[in-house]
């Protein structure tokens, strides 16, 4: 059955912590929407390797629209946070149970909503004390999958397993 992916990013995400799990979930059947201040927009990686056109605009969209969230990370979430909107999308997003898959700085907006106390989590480095906290519990793993509603990885040499555990959540029934 194919799922209906949420993908909050603007300019200066991550690149492969995009293009990588967007790419397995098209691969896998599944629709990935990305989402930013408006449809139409042109987002930019860090690296400038990536380009993406927004799909929706926050206005546009409810939780309940989708069936799980990706937060890539890089620059992206960290500038994000700095609008309610994200973060009340992703509070109500963590609240409705469905699943969550963030990498890198991508549970930044995690922290921001204050839906991460007593989850098992992983981020990169540079935000390991915040996570701890808010909360968190922390472990220097390449996945932390948490309920099978939260997966979490550190950088891009993290990838494989993160896109393998969030495909096998997608692909339940």
Request: aromatic share 6%; net charge negative.
């Amino acid at each position: 059955m194919s799922k209906k992916i949420a993908v909050l990013i603007t300019d200066e995400f991550e690149d492969s912590e995009y293009t990588s799990p967007a790419q397995t979930y098209k691969q896998a059947g599944h629709h990935v929407v990305t989402i930013e201040k408006q449809a139409g927009n042109t987002v930019t990686g860090k690296k400038g390797e990536a380009t993406v056109t927004i799909d929706k605009g926050i206005d546009d969209v409810q939780p309940a629209d989708f069936d799980a969230l990706l937060l890539p990370g890089g620059h992206s979430p960290d500038s994000l946070r700095g609008d309610d909107r994200f973060v009340n999308f992703t509070r109500a997003f963590a609240d409705s149970g469905k699943p969550i898959f963030a990498i890198c700085h991508g549970p930044q907006l995690l922290i921001s909503a204050d839906v991460v106390r007593g989850k098992k989590m992983t981020a990169v480095k540079p935000i390991v004390v915040d996570l701890k906290n808010a909360g968190a519990d922390f472990f220097d793993k390449e996945v932390v999958v948490d309920n099978d509603t939260l997966v979490t990885s550190r950088t891009p040499d993290d990838l494989p397993a993160f896109n393998r555990e969030s495909l096998r959540i997608l692909n339940k029934p």
